[in-house]
């Protein structure tokens, strides 16, 4: 056996010039600085002209660098091969360790022995398998190499000996995951090398501290070591499985011109430029038949006596180059999908697989939208702007030997091979041929299609603006200033401009946005000293953009007011709007902080994914707490199915507990939240920690229940309401409270667009609030309300009698857990002039509980009497102490019996004179009450329209279960509200 030997030379340079490595002796040795400052530079143009964006087309510079040649057949269609090669690209997430080296083996020997093609997708018509098919791996650097080589260069201009201990970590954890591959009857002629590579990289890295900087050239040459050892480390595993395979050195086939020669590696992560990187597919090819007709031969993969049934794995070095001169470079950072798919193009390849750790390109980050999910396809288009605009789904510039040779690009998860993923392939409609084809139509309309393909974002950006320049003309100003931006270097992502005012806003990477501002206020210094310019300014906190893209958008109607009012609803603020012209994006730039609130928010109103609600329950170990959790387990199936509506409970508290999902994640709801809130998992109740959570929260849907009825928590409600989450509030401590705090609670449902719901204050699932209100916004004139809104009262007045005493009335009240947790709240009439203000508020009266004329049924000595003990010890003692007024009850409820009338605990709101009252009183057969049943609560509506006689809203009004539906309903309400917002 015999490796394809490399001679890496290092020559030490004087102060002036650096060491440079030339692959092999074909390559002319130049020294890596001088061929940096022979190489003319070129500035960044703007992105208008630089980044692939809509209407992507190919600039032919000549016919050498833009051929479309591929090699020949012989390499084409290897050793007679009937299938044509298929490329497959791992970056360094899929290789960090040996046992993910040894998952991409089994991969890729699994995939080229071939795959079954169905009756659909074959010729024929017939099921059959493809046969081998020939197949060639990408391979990027180990996961995390290519910053520990940057590390070693960096640190090489501080201390020698850092320099040297982080290059031999590096080396050791390579060679470490080499040898747990193969045996070293491979492995040993691996090692040597990579030791020699060492030697050569600190030998270039010692040099770097006579010239006190690192020349560009030289961090791309030491950094493409990390894919040459990849590459070599993924081959020894397969040779050792006894694969007909080779591993190519890619400096030694890839030939480009880079139009950018200083430009380094670019930025960790970037995916909006190669630094101008342009193959030369002519040199290539012709390189790429060299190599097959050499090394493929000598290792075997270029064989006639390759079997029928085998195929050739070829092992090839993503990011690396050589440039047109001779000088070993690369594609950039995230250059290994370019490599891949320049691959694929110069061996007329019938797939392209990048093998992520997600099952395909996403509809959104699934990081920030747990929401999101897998897109089926895309075109390339669609995928280059999902790419520019944040979106991990490839390199930009990747498509374009794709685009050009119509190669599908597969997005796969290599922990779950056997799910399609997402392929990418075929051009977007341009702008005219969609105006040709047919009218504008609202995008609802077609039911079903969803007319974007995904949402992304773009973080830390910031606005620089030039505002008032309408002396200069509009036309100059836009030609100076994105010329300063050119000429700087910065890299511009948006433009919007008003041409009222000639002023101009665009969005720059944070990190250059003082660069773009000096080179704004110098290019019009002149015109700010004379004020022709009002000013120049940049933003100082950090922004985001968010953008929605699909090929659906162009001529449907409504996409951007969907857009816009998902964002608004979310209570997201926009800073900057622009459309793409090809029609197929819509960006927006908003707060860093709302960024991933306004992605989930946007998924969810474009029907990506279910509306979800995050929902915080207080009090949720209380019966009325436990009755709605349970109701809403029983009920969330049906949620999702008739409603496409998904509950979210993400926090539970109690009295002195608290549980919250963990980044905002759903918890388990079960019955038993007590058990839930005795668990490890549990905090203590800290009010200020769940506001900070929830203000955290970045659903756009978030929803507090408030079950405790407690004046403490009351005082939350605005800070709740401000931050953008909505309220439900079944007990009256707010709606009845303070006239102060009520009136800053509704100033935040108002100036936020929340919504602060208590229908079940009142009357628990009756209508009542909601009824009223329709009346008022209806223009009628509502006069008087009366009847009865306590439905212990009700009980206890209806199951009094001479064998019944108004205690065990009140008992039995009790046990069917109609009464407040307190009875004495209801006997008192206190609980009953609580609801009285609410409604009273709701009608435009100023009054607070001390307004309401209360007759209570208690005397002072119990009303003011401290009782201890337990809850069950304490109500035993209130209803030992309630008998003492059987008696005369008996004799108020006889005296009324005796003339034809009932007892019945009766409120009235007079709206012309401003009395409002609750007090015990008889009624004959003619009036509603008359007939009141149990636990049943009744309202009359006197108004200018209901003359004859008043409407009546009745019904059972007392219990956990009715209090809980009424919440329910409370939330529903505002669901629908949230999926309406979407609509």
Not at 465 to 486: D, H, K, N, P
Not at 944 to 968: N, W
Request: aromatic share 6%; charged share 20%.
């Amino acid at each position: 056996m015999r490796l394809y030997k490399r001679s890496f030379l290092a020559f030490a340079l004087s102060a002036s010039c650096v060491s440079a490595f030339a692959p092999s002796k074909k390559y002319a040795i130049r020294s890596a600085v001088s061929q940096s400052a022979a190489q003319p530079t070129s500035q960044s143009p703007s992105f208008l002209a630089n980044n692939l964006r809509n209407n992507f087309q190919l600039s032919v510079a000549t016919s050498e660098i833009l051929s479309s040649k591929t090699s020949p057949s012989s390499v084409t269609c290897p050793n007679g091969n009937a299938n044509p090669w298929e490329i497959h690209k791992f970056g360094g997430a899929s290789l960090a360790d040996a046992a993910l080296y040894r998952t991409v083996g089994e991969l890729l020997i699994t995939e080229s022995s071939g795959r079954l093609i169905s009756s659909d997708d074959s010729e024929d018509g017939e099921e059959h398998h493809s046969g081998p098919i020939p197949t060639m791996a990408v391979v990027s650097a180990r996961g995390g190499m290519t910053d520990q080589l940057v590390a070693v260069v960096d640190s090489a201009l501080l201390d020698m000996n850092a320099a040297e201990s982080a290059l031999t970590l590096a080396v050791e954890t390579q060679l470490n995951i080499l040898k747990e591959l193969a045996p070293p009857a491979i492995t040993d002629e691996i090692e040597e090398r990579v030791r020699k590579d060492a030697k050569d990289i600190l030998s270039v890295v010692q040099s770097l501290r006579m010239i006190r900087s690192v020349p560009p050239s030289v961090m791309e040459v030491v950094t493409g070591f990390g894919e040459i050892w990849s590459a070599q480390t993924l081959y020894a595993y397969l040779k050792h499985k006894g694969v007909k395979t080779a591993w190519m050195d890619a400096r030694d086939v890839l030939i480009v011109r880079s139009e950018k020669a200083n430009a380094g590696l670019g930025d960790k992560g970037s995916s909006s430029s190669t630094g101008g990187v342009t193959p030369l597919y002519a040199k290539s090819a012709q390189n790429l038949e060299e190599w097959w007709n050499g090394v493929g031969k000598e290792e075997g993969v270029n064989s006639e006596d390759i079997p029928s049934t085998e195929a050739p794995i070829v092992i090839a070095t993503g990011f690396v180059a050589t440039s047109d001169s001779g000088v070993p470079t690369t594609l950039k950072r995230s250059g290994s999908d370019y490599s891949a798919t320049i691959f694929a193009k110069l061996t007329a390849s019938a797939r392209v697989t990048m093998w992520k750790n997600t099952d395909g390109v996403y509809t959104a980050d699934p990081r920030r939208v747990p929401e999101a999910f897998s897109i089926d396809s895309l075109k390339y288009d669609e995928a280059m702007e999902l790419a520019y605009f944040g979106a991990q789904v490839l390199h930009p510039s990747a498509m374009e030997p794709c685009i050009d040779s119509n190669i599908p690009v597969y997005v796969r998860n290599i922990f779950n091979p056997d799910f399609r993923g997402t392929v990418i392939q075929g051009r977007c409609t341009s702008l005219s041929e969609t105006n040709k084809a047919g009218k504008v139509v609202n995008w609802r309309s077609k039911q079903g299609e969803i007319p974007i393909k995904g949402i992304t974002s773009v973080d830390g950006v910031s606005l620089l603006t030039l505002e008032g320049a309408s002396v200069i003309g509009g036309a100059q100003v836009a030609e100076r200033f994105m010329g300063s931006m050119a000429s700087a270097g910065i890299d511009v992502l948006m433009v919007t401009q008003a041409s009222s005012e000639s002023s101009i806003t665009i969005v720059v990477p944070e990190n250059m946005g003082q660069a773009a501002l000096r080179a704004a206020q110098s290019t019009f210094e002149l015109e700010l000293s004379r004020s022709n310019v009002n000013a120049i300014s940049l933003t100082d906190k950090p922004l985001a953009i968010v953008a929605i893209v699909g090929e659906g958008m162009a001529l449907q109607s409504g996409v951007s007011a969907t857009f816009m009012s998902s964002l608004a609803k979310a209570n997201v603020n926009i800073r900057v709007i622009a459309q793409g012209s090809s029609e197929r994006q819509v960006a927006v730039v908003v707060d860093g902080d709302d960024a991933s609130r306004a992605l989930r928010a946007a998924h969810m109103a474009f029907t990506l994914s279910q509306t979800m609600v995050s929902v915080t329950v207080l009090g949720a170990t209380g019966k009325l707490g436990s009755a709605l959790i349970q109701q809403l387990n029983e009920q969330r199936e049906s949620l999702s199915k008739k409603m496409n509506l998904s509950i979210c409970v993400n926090a539970v508290t109690s009295s002195k507990k608290m549980l919250m999902g963990k980044d905002g994640k759903c918890l388990v709801t079960t019955s038993d939240v007590r058990a839930m809130l005795d668990s490890d998992e549990a905090a203590g109740l800290d009010m200020y920690a769940l506001t900070m959570a929830l203000k955290g929260d970045v659903n756009p849907h978030r929803v507090v229940i408030d079950c405790t009825n407690d004046d403490s928590v009351a005082d939350y409600y605005a800070q709740w309401l401000n931050s953008g989450a909505n309220v439900i509030s079944p007990g009256r401590r707010a709606g009845a409270g303070p006239m102060e705090r009520y009136n800053e609670i509704r100033e935040a449902v108002t100036s936020n667009s929340v919504e602060w719901q208590y229908e079940s204050s009142v009357g628990s699932a009756l209508p009542i609030i909601s009824t009223l209100r329709d009346l008022l916004q209806t223009g009628d004139d509502v006069q008087l309300l009366r009847g009865c809104l306590s439905g212990t009262m009700a009980y206890v007045f209806r199951t009094m009698d001479e064998s019944t005493p108004f205690s065990e009335a009140v008992r039995q009240a009790m046990e069917k857990d109609f009464a407040e947790n307190n009875i004495r709240e209801d006997l008192s009439g206190v609980d009953a002039a609580r609801k009285v203000v609410v409604l009273a508020r709701e009608l435009g009266m100023n009054v607070s509980v001390e307004d309401v004329v209360v007759e209570s049924l208690l005397p002072d000595e119990i009303r003011n009497k401290e009782y201890t003990g337990t809850k069950e010890e304490v109500n035993a003692a209130i209803l030992e102490d309630l008998k003492s007024l059987d008696e005369p009850m008996l004799k108020r409820w006889k005296a009324e019996l005796d003339n034809g009338r009932l007892l019945r605990y009766k409120f009235y709101i007079d709206v012309a004179t401003g009395i409002c009252q609750c007090k015990l009183e008889g009624v004959d057969n003619t009036d509603t009450l008359y007939r009141l049943r149990d636990n049943e609560n009744l309202i009359a509506f006197e108004t200018s329209r209901y003359t004859t006689s008043p409407l009546i809203v009745k019904g059972a009004a007392a219990g956990p279960e009715l209090a809980a539906a009424g919440m329910f309903a409370d939330l529903l309400r505002m669901g629908r509200g949230f999926i309406g917002s979407q609509a």
